[in-house]
């Protein structure tokens, strides 16, 4: 019998207490166990602590099971927390009802320890594997950083909380310079290390909450950088440049410097109504343009409108 994956959470939600030590002694083996005696006090939980599987009660005092199940599909910080209704009521009307609220399971009450353990442990192997599928579609291949997919996705979102709380969102976009004689002089293979290397250090270099380096394409790359002055972008973008430069990969035919750089557009502004992600995106692409032109190796700070 394999074992539950190690490092899940369980959130139990129940307002009897004497189901709760029962439940709980009966998963305590097969992750960290969380409890909550209401559905608001378990939402609360949930979204602080972020668990695999939760076991619902449907009927509790105040919001019953399926409102708070209703709740976690809705938001998109809980989604992906797995439900499985926890009820006295048998009946396959009962048992349809949890899975059509979006549960992915129905244990009986009566508990059975090990009718329990059986289904938490195959719901806590799904999760392993939804999770793992996850990373890799929000994952770009050769890099290991995320992919364009989901760094729009990410635009999109910080756009719309940088608007409502009117702080500046920097975007840098990053180029390698002249890589295409890169490619013609060393192979692609050699090509692909290069990225490998470029995306290494911008990764690194992305580590304050919330920053984020995507692969957009090519040996194209772009960073969010949120709550970003122009005067903090510009450094970021000069830090890049140097750091990419301190890499040292030869480049002997490259126009700028006789080893591997990059350009970078950089775009920041407090959103209002008319910037969009593609306006931020054309914004710094602009400014990418212009610094490819004025020699490559450097960055450039797009003009935005006030
Ligand atoms: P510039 O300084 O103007 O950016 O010149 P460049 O040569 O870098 O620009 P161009 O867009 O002409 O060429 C980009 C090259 O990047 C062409 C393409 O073969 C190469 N390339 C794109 N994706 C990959 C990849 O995944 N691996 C490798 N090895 N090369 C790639
Ligand atoms: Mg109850
Ligand atoms: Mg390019
Ligand atoms: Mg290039």
Redesign the pocket.
């Known amino acids: 019998m394999k074992a539950a994956p190690p490092d899940s959470t369980i959130l139990i939600i129940d307002d009897s207490p004497d189901t709760i030590r029962l439940l709980s002694a009966m998963v305590r083996e097969q992750g960290r166990v969380l409890f909550a005696t209401s559905g608001a006090a378990g939402l609360e939980l949930a979204r602080l602590q972020r668990p695999q599987l939760i076991l619902l009660d449907v009927e509790m005092q105040g919001m019953d099971g399926f409102g708070v199940c209703e709740r976690i599909r809705s938001d998109p910080h809980l989604r992906s927390s797995a439900i499985i209704f926890v009820t006295a009521q048998s009946s396959p009307e009962a048992e349809i009802a949890c899975l059509d609220a979006g549960a992915v399971d129905f244990i009986p009450k009566p508990l059975n320890a090990a009718v329990v353990q059986a289904r938490v442990r195959t719901h806590l192997r799904l999760q392993a594997a939804l999770s793992v599928l996850d990373e890799l579609a929000n994952q770009d291949g050769?890099t290991g950083l995320y992919n364009r997919r989901y760094f729009d996705r990410q635009l999109a979102a910080e756009l719309a909380r940088h608007r409502r709380h009117e702080l500046p969102l920097g975007l840098a976009l990053l180029?390698?310079?002249?890589?295409?004689?890169?490619?013609d002089r060393y192979?692609?293979?050699?090509?692909?290390n290069?990225?490998q290397l470029v995306a290494g250090a911008l990764r690194e270099g992305a580590r304050r909450p919330g920053e984020l380096a995507a692969r957009y394409?090519?040996?194209?790359f772009v960073v969010l950088l949120p709550n970003t002055t122009p005067e903090a972008l510009e450094q970021y973008g000069q830090w890049a440049c140097r750091r990419i430069g301190e890499l040292a990969i030869p480049h002997p035919t490259?126009?700028a410097a006789p080893h591997v750089t990059v350009?970078v557009g950089l775009c920041t502004l407090v959103p209002g109504d008319d910037d969009t992600p593609d306006s931020m995106l054309r914004a710094a692409d602009a400014a990418l343009y212009e610094a490819?032109r004025a020699g490559?190796n450097r960055c450039l700070l797009a003009a935005v409108p006030a």
């Open positions: 050769l180029d390698v310079d002249d890589f295409k004689r890169f490619n192979g692609h293979q050699e090509g692909d290069c990225l394409g090519g040996e194209e490259a126009s350009s490819k490559r």
